[in-house]
C-alpha cells in the first residue's frame, strides 16, 4: 500500500455544486490534516434528512459549493501533529457534534454541545479557518465538520472516536446521526420514568430512535404520529403502542385533543421529529399540565419560528430541545457501539435500503418516496 501520509489524497465525493440541484461525483482533492485533524477513510455514509435539508436551501447556514454527509464510519488513514485521541487504524465514527472537554459547554455538564469549533463548523471551514477539500480549482466547504460524502475526509480531532472495530461500519455509520439522535433524546434529554406517557411526532429513523429509547426507558404508552399509514408497522416494530394518524380524525378532533383523551390529561413527554413548527406547536400543546415536556428534535427551516400561547408554559409544560441527543460522541458513543455488538440497541432494523457512492441521488430520492428509514451509502 502506498504511503499517503502527509500527501494529498485524490478520490471520489457527491458535490453539491448549489442548492436544490442533484449531488454531482467528482474527482477531489483531500488534503494531509494539520494539527489536531484526522484524515479519515470513510468507509459507509447514512443520509439524513439534515443532508436533504441543506440541499435544499433552507438551512441559514447552508453554504455551496459543500461536501455534505455528517453519518459517517471508517478507518483513520493519517493524523496531524499533536492528535493523541485516535492513531491511524481505528475504527471511527465522525461526530457532528464535537467533544473538546475543556470548553465552558463541555465543563458544564449541563449539555453535549461543545463551543470549541461550533463558529468554523458553521461557516464549512476546518478550525484554522481554512478547508482540506478542493476540486476543479477551488476550495470546497466542509460540512457539520464531517463531509462524509467523500472517500476521504479530514475533521478535528475532537469530531471524531473510535470504537469496537469488530463493529460493522455499515451499521455504526448510523449511529453517527439519527440513531444516537432519537435514542439519546429519550434516554438522556427526556427524564422518563417507567410508565411515562410519551408522543412521538415524525416516524422516520428518528422518530423510530425516539420509540426504541423509551421502550428502553419502560414507558407507559408510546404514541406514534405520522401522517403516513405504512409507518405504523414500523412504529410497532420498535415498540409502539399505539399509532394515530392525525389527517384522519373525526371532524372537530385535533391532534392535540386525541393525544389527551389517550392519556387521561396529556402527555409526561412528547418528541418532534418532523421538523415543521405546527407540528412543535402541537406537541407542547399535547402535554400535560404541570409537568408535560416538549423536545424538539426536527430542524425547521430558515425564518419559520414555532408560537403557542404563553399560558401553556405558565401552566407547567416546558419546551425544550437538542442536538445529537444530548449525547456526548467522544464518551458516550462507544458505549452505545457496545450496546449494538451486545443485541440490545438495534440498529440493523432501521437500514431499508443501499447504494453506492454513485447513486447517491437515488438515496436522497429514497427518503422523500415514503418506504425509506435509513439508506446506507457504500462509499468504496
Ligand atoms: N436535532 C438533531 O440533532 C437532529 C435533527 N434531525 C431532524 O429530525 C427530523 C427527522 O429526521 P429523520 O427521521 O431523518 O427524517 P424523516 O423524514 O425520515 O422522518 C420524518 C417523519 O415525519 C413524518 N411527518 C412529516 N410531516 C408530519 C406531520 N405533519 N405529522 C406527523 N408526521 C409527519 C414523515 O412522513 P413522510 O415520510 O410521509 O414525509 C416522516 O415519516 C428532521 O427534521 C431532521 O432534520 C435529524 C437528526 C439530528
Ligand atoms: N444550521 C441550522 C441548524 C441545523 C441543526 O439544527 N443541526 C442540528 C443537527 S441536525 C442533524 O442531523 C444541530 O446539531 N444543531 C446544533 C448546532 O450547533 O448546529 C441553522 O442554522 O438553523
Ligand atoms: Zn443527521
Ligand atoms: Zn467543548
Redo the contacts with the bound molecule.
Keep these: 500500500m502506498l504511503d499517503t501520509t502527509g500527501k494529498s489524497i485524490f478520490c471520489k465525493a457527491a458535490v453539491a455544486w448549489e442548492a436544490g440541484k442533484d449531488l454531482s461525483i467528482e474527482d477531489i482533492e483531500v488534503l494531509p490534516p494539520r494539527a489536531h485533524e484526522v484524515r479519515i477513510k470513510i468507509a459507509y455514509t447514512g443520509v439524513?434528512?439534515?443532508d436533504?435539508?441543506t440541499l435544499s436551501g433552507s438551512d441559514p447556514e447552508g453554504a455551496f459549493p459543500v461536501v455534505l454527509g455528517h453519518e459517517g464510519a471508517g478507518i483513520v488513514e493519517s493524523v496531524g501533529e499533536g492528535v493523541t485521541s485516535v492513531q491511524v487504524g481505528d475504527t471511527v465514527v465522525a461526530l457532528?457534534?464535537p467533544e473538546c472537554r475543556e470548553c465552558k459547554f463541555c465543563k458544564s455538564g449541563k449539555t453535549n454541545l461543545c463551543g470549541k469549533i461550533r463558529a468554523t463548523q458553521g461557516k464549512g471551514v476546518m478550525p484554522d479557518g481554512t478547508s482540506r477539500l478542493r476540486c476543479k480549482g477551488q476550495d470546497l466547504l466542509h460540512f457539520m465538520g464531517c463531509s462524509t460524502f467523500s472517500q476521504y475526509t479530514v475533521v478535528a480531532d475532537i469530531s471524531v472516536v473510535a470504537v469496537d472495530p469488530k463493529a460493522p461500519m455499515d451499521r455504526t455509520c448510523l449511529l453517527g446521526?439519527?440513531i444516537?439522535?432519537?435514542y439519546g433524546?429519550a434516554t438522556i434529554t427526556a427524564k422518563i420514568f417507567e410508565g411515562d406517557n410519551i408522543a412521538v411526532?415524525?416516524?422516520?429513523?428518528?422518530?423510530?430512535?425516539v420509540v426504541q429509547g423509551a421502550v428502553e426507558k419502560k414507558a407507559g404508552k408510546i404514541i406514534v404520529?405520522?401522517?403516513?399509514n405504512?409507518?405504523k408497522e414500523?412504529a410497532e416494530k420498535f415498540g409502539g403502542t399505539d399509532f394515530v394518524?392525525?389527517?384522519e380524525l373525526p371532524e372537530g378532533i385535533t391532534?392535540v385533543d386525541k393525544l389527551i383523551e389517550l392519556t387521561d390529561g396529556g402527555c409526561d413527554y412528547t418528541f418532534?421529529?418532523?421538523?415543521?413548527v405546527?407540528?412543535m406547536r402541537?406537541a407542547l400543546e399535547a402535554c400535560h399540565k404541570g409537568w408535560g415536556e416538549s423536545i424538539?428534535?426536527?430542524?425547521?427551516a430558515a425564518g419559520k419560528e414555532i408560537s403557542t400561547r404563553p399560558f401553556q408554559l405558565v401552566t407547567g409544560r416546558v419546551w425544550k430541545?437538542?442536538?445529537?441527543?444530548g449525547v456526548k460522541g467522544r464518551s458516550q458513543l462507544p458505549g452505545l457501539v457496545g450496546d449494538y455488538m451486545k443485541g440490545s440497541l438495534k440498529v440493523d432494523q432501521f437500514i431499508t435500503h443501499r447504494r453506492p457512492l454513485e447513486d447517491i441521488n437515488k438515496a436522497f430520492h429514497d427518503?422523500?418516496?415514503?418506504?425509506?428509514?435509513?439508506c446506507v451509502v457504500d462509499m468504496a
Design positions: 439524513c434528512h439534515t436533504a435539508y457532528y457534534t446521526c439519527g444516537t439522535t432519537g433524546a411526532f415524525g416516524a422516520g429513523c428518528v422518530g423510530l430512535s404520529v405520522d401522517i403516513n405504512d409507518k414500523w394518524n392525525p389527517t391532534i418532534d421529529c418532523t421538523g415543521n405546527n407540528v402541537d424538539v428534535i426536527g430542524v425547521a430541545g437538542c442536538a445529537f441527543g427518503m422523500h418516496a415514503g418506504d425509506c428509514i435509513r
